[in-house]
């Protein structure tokens, strides 16, 4: 097998981190998921993902607390899944550092773009915590912007999904997937893969998104590889 990309951008959802608890840190969840994405690095692929904070923080709280502060604690709980991934990344014996869009560090990088490239051509991951650093922004978008500064060939979104549907699968047995779909087609038809500015972000810089399912993380080197997994959202 052989990549046919040289640098990606992984989006992985905080939630499939939890495993079957739904909340928390499955490390042997996590050791599975750095195994599968170690065999990328070794075929000479570039590597920076953005991970969500789902498995530790939700929303608003019902909506009774300000966005603002509610986004800021989900921006901190992408750090603590970024460095379960950077210890993960270590005991395999490849070289990960975390860079946050938030300055903190005593713990982490600060998110600089030059620097990032400089690890890319070390052979080191990079797992970009805090989001966007700015509120009111989705991790899509984080990955979004983050895969248009690296100049990342296509961003790899792992869910809970196998593709992208016309509906959604959970709710409806009707629901047909895509095996391909444009970006201009994702919008107007306002299918939830992820968010519009995300989504029209990638459309405006000519980024491939690849949607697939993490249950079985070998499906990142099939991606990488080009083996036909999940939806393919593509320019026009």
Known sequence: MKPVYDR????????VLAGNAGHGIDFGIVMTICSAIKKCADM???IG???GGGNFWRGRANGEMDRNRADHIGMLATVMNALALADGFEKLD???RVQTAIEMRQIAEPFIRNRAIR???KDRIVI???GTGSPFFTTDTAAALRAAEIG???ILKATNVDGVYDKDPKQSQEAVKFDEITQSELLSKGLRVMDSTAASLCRDNSIPIIVFNLKNPENI????CGEKTGTLVKQE
């Open 8 to 15: 990606i951008l992984l989006k992985l959802s905080g939630e």
């Open 44 to 46: 000479g692929v570039q």
């Open 49 to 51: 993902i953005v991970v």
């Open 94 to 96: 490849v070289p990960a």
């Open 119 to 121: 690890h890319f051509e």
């Open 128 to 130: 970009f915590g805090c």
């Open 152 to 154: 990342a060939n296509v």
């Open 221 to 224: 080197v099939k991606a990488v």
